[in-house]
């Protein structure tokens, strides 16, 4: 595991005031990157003062052009290149440049509530907390209804469980989204491991609790994400992530939680089910073979048809009754990322 470096003694802001530096790992975000920084420049920063570090992957939509141009603006903002294109190696570099004694760390698909960061300071402080984070809620990433439809999937529980960092509420929590940090705790365990692609935030909140640091959300404030806008892309998302699931269960078993490979098993069992009612109609024999296939089917179908009508009632849309298309889509998809990390043995190419 690639780690960051000893830094020097956190240093104060530019009229003497404590310093807390937002690291913001982008690459290709032209479309959302004015409008987080915007959003991360107007926070209200009562005592202290903020610094934004943009570390992006060497974007080649011009997305560092647009950083560039805020930053010759205000003194706040530098831009760093991540030159590994890689999300924990530009959060280590990040950490390594960050001046301050907290550090943030941030994604540009968000807008932050003014009040982020301050909240999440003294959340952090009141509860004893070595990171703290506000309640994330999801928005989609478009106009269409194919963007409605990926948002209320991945906002629901349904969709990503309740233990997600979407769904769950205030609380000591596993892991947390869009946190800050107090810094020291950060190079105590090494910062982000490299070797992950996804779910380095999963991998270093268990390496944090492992040595008695605590998490904790707040739904005291609030940070809009904004998801893809479309089926494609969500099946792409589900995809990589399951397949990241094994990588991750390698290099650190303790960081993955039962939920993460279910999805997996239901593929599984939904692939074993076709093949048996496949096997009964061509045998023109043994019908209880026919049994499995249909009680999942009977049991997923009521349960995501019940969900989506209580989302339509909620959101006043009939469109939300289209929802089982786009719940079996995610759960389909991450099932057979992680059957193919399985079949394929998949290492993370950092580490071969």
Known sequence: MNTVSTLPIAQAG??????????????????????????????ETPGWEIEIIVV????????????????????????????????PYAFNLGIQRARGEYICILGAHTKYA???????????KLHGAAGCSGRLIIRPG?????????????????GTSARSMRTRGAGFADTIPYPIFLKRTLLEVGGYN??????????LSQRLRARGY??????????????????ASLARYAFNNGFWNIISFKLNPASMSLRHFVPGAFVVVLFLGVLMLLYSTMAHTQLWL??????LGLTYGVASVGVSSC???????????LMPITFLLLHVFYGTGTLTAVMRNARSPSSQ
């Not at 003014?114 to 952090?124: D, F, K, P, Q, S």
């Open 14 to 43: 530019a009229r003497g005031r404590p310093l807390v530096s937002a690291i913001m790992a982008v690459r290709n975000e032209k479309r959302h990157i004015e409008t987080a920084i915007e959003s991360l420049l107007k926070q």
């Open 56 to 87: 992006d992957g060497n974007s080649s939509d011009g997305t560092g052009e647009i950083v560039e141009r805020i930053a010759s603006h205000d003194s706040r903002v530098t831009l760093a290149i991540n030159e590994h294109r890689n999300t």
């Open 114 to 124: 003014h009040n982020y960061i301050a909240t999440c300071l003294e959340e952090l």
């Open 142 to 158: 478009g106009d269409g209804l194919q963007a409605r439809l990926v948002a209320w999937t991945l906002a629901h529980p349904f």
């Open 194 to 203: 490299t070797q992950l692609h996804r779910n380095q935030d999963n991998d």
């Open 214 to 231: 605590t998490l904790y959300l707040t739904d005291k404030t609030t940070c809009e994400y904004f998801v893809s806008s479309n089926l």
């Open 290 to 295: 026919r049994v499995p296939i249909l009680l």
């Open 311 to 321: 989302v339509a009632l909620q959101k006043r849309s009939i469109e939300a009754l």
